[in-house]
């Protein structure tokens, strides 16, 4: 199996531009995460979708992030518009049981 | 200016030696804790495991120890090794089932050689 895969792994762009960030979970899990890492705040979960249905997405900073499970292989991240204090790293990760299995994650940086 | 982010404890041990990682949790009512190794560049990767109904348990090189009268859980690690080098975090579920997650703020291991 080839892992939680997340695309892009860095993404530079500017304030007030859309990003998109991809996740493809490990087949046959059922949970899916978002987490973002930042030095201040450490890892933080931002949601979490079972059975491609948000369970808990609590931890969404505002209005401007959303996040979708079209299918149980496809996640995405958007943040809309973005701005300098998202820069961070975000990552995807899956679950069958308990158990996390991360992605190498997206290196975001806003300008 | 600089920002001002998490102090990520660092504990240095020689090569060849045990290694001992902390971990203070928060919740009482959390069953379920997990350890995860971080390097460089690259996403948490699982290490071992325990439930709260065990005080300890074994890996290949690396011992979990739980203490919840104290909310603490350690991680052990045998005869360490370079490729050990890397942050540490505990996670912890406070409840069954919920799988909301929450990571501790790390403890960054360097191995000397």
Known sequence: DAGVIQSPRHEVT???????LRCKPISGHDYLFWYRQTMMRGLELLIYFNN???IDDSGMPEDRFSAKMPNASFST????PSE???????????????KLFFGSGT???VL | GESVGLHLPTLSVQEGDNSIINCAYSNSASD?????KQESGKGPQFIIDIRSNMDKRQGQRVTVLLNK???HLSLQIAATQ???SAVYFCAETPTSGTYKYIFGTGTRLKVLA
């Open chain 1, 14 to 20: 500017e304030m007030g531009q859309e990003v998109t």
């Open chain 1, 52 to 54: 491609n249905v948000p």
């Open chain 1, 77 to 80: 991240l958007k943040i809309q």
């Open chain 1, 84 to 98: 300098p204090r998202d820069s961070a790293v975000y990552f995807c990760a899956s679950s069958a049981y308990e």
């Open chain 1, 107 to 109: 290196q975001l940086s």
């Open chain 2, 32 to 36: 379920y804790f997990i350890w995860y």
């Open chain 2, 69 to 71: 009268t104290v909310k």
């Open chain 2, 82 to 84: 370079p490729g050990d």
